[in-house]
């Protein structure tokens, strides 16, 4: 049941959200344990001026980000064991950069975890396994 916000460049959104939206469902299938009909996505596009990010910062040796960054925030009901995170960020870069041309450096996820009831998915009624 992951929830994930995905801020992108204002001009990118058009052009690649779909793209987007398929890779990281595919992506949370294969390697997050997901079901393939949970799919709760929300496009944040935002304008050079709302976009204030280091070109530098943890990029990689000789990387920089450049304007096509994207920062993808997943909220998870369930944790994750390390390899599953790692596999997650590795085909999303991936698959980005090989279908959208997108630099692995361009890439920023983090993950958080919540528990059950910490969502209500319709209802007012909490989410209960």
Not at 31 to 60: K, M, S
Request: charged share 20%; net charge negative.
């Amino acid at each position: 049941m992951p929830f994930t916000r995905i801020s992108l460049p204002e001009h990118r959104a058009d052009d690649w959200q779909d793209t987007i939206s398929a890779i990281l469902q595919n992506a949370l299938v294969e390697h997050f344990a997901v079901p393939a009909d949970d799919c709760f996505q929300l496009f944040e596009p935002a304008g050079r001026g709302q976009r204030v990010i280091n070109p530098t910062y943890l990029a990689g040796k000789n990387d920089q980000r450049s304007e096509d960054f994207l920062l993808f925030h997943i909220t998870a009901g369930k944790p994750r064991n390390g390899y599953q995170k790692q596999e997650l960020f590795r085909h999303l870069a991936g698959n980005l950069h090989a279908a959208l041309g997108i630099a692995p450096a361009d890439v920023m996820v983090v993950v958080s975890f919540t528990h059950p009831e910490d969502w209500s998915f319709s209802h007012g009624e909490m989410f209960t396994l």
